[in-house]
């Protein structure tokens, strides 16, 4: 099976632009997650879709935004990029459905850097 | 407010001995727990997890133990070997969904050393 795929592996943009991630999870996984990891913060989650629905939403301001196709692939964009903004960029698939203990399968991830 | 917390961000442990990496969390709400992996260049590896009603969980070399009453998670790896060098986080969820999906330590770096 294959695993969880992220595009670009790399980004480089300039403050102000926007930027939009993707992602395709694990054939079979209808739930997506959204993780930035730097180094001051950690691992902080972003979001969570499921069957095209955003489910879950962390504590990130409203730049920072989402969408889920029918076929599960997930795109994340952010507006109005910011130095702080520079990180790693993880996607996670898992096949959890409601209620249910479940492990996520993350991506290599995105290195976005803000210049 | 950090609510999982890896107080040691690096630890040195010779191969064939035991390492030992501790976890600590506030949030009483937290009833799944979980253990990942992370090497250079790559997203983070599943290892192991346990849900607050068990205090143990073992697979293979892994083990991981959960002490509900000090809110601390520790895991186990038996014997230690060269591939195990890597950053491992401990992360910790709300069965339900909860708001904020998997909720990360700031993860520790284990060096095994031969």
């Known amino acids: 099976k294959a695993g969880v795929t992220q595009t670009p592996r790399y980004l480089i943009k300039t403050r102000g632009q926007q930027v939009t991630l993707s992602c395709s999870p694990i054939s079979g996984h209808r739930s997506v997650s959204w993780y930035q990891q730097t180094p001051g913060q950690g691992l902080q989650f972003l979001f969570e879709y499921f069957s095209e629905t955003q489910r879950n939403k962390g504590n990130f301001p409203g730049r920072f935004s989402g969408r889920q196709f029918s076929n599960s692939r997930s795109e994340m964009n952010v507006s109005t990029l910011e130095l702080g903004d520079s990180a790693l960029y993880l996607c996670?698939?898992?096949?959890?459905?409601?209620?249910?203990?479940?492990?996520?399968?993350f991506g290599p991830g995105t290195r976005l850097t803000v210049t | 407010d950090q609510q999982v917390k890896q107080n040691s961000p690096s630890l040195s442990v010779q191969e064939g001995r035991i390492s030992i990496l501790n976890c600590d969390y506030t949030n009483s709400m937290f009833d799944y727990f979980l253990w990942y992996k992370k090497y250079p260049a790559e997203g983070p590896t599943f290892l192991i997890s346990i849900s607050s009603i068990k205090d143990k969980n073992e697979d293979g070399r892994f083990t991981v133990f959960l002490n509900k009453s000090a809110k601390h998670l520790s895991l186990h790896i038996v014997p230690s070997q060269p591939g195990d060098s890597a950053v491992y986080f401990c992360?910790?969820?709300?069965?339900?969904?909860?708001?904020?999906?998997?909720?990360f330590g700031k993860g520790t770096h284990l060096i095994i050393q031969p």
């Open positions: 992360a910790a969820s709300v069965l339900g969904g909860g708001a904020d999906g998997l909720t």
């Open positions: 996670a698939s898992s096949n959890r459905t409601s209620g249910l203990y479940y492990e996520q399968y």
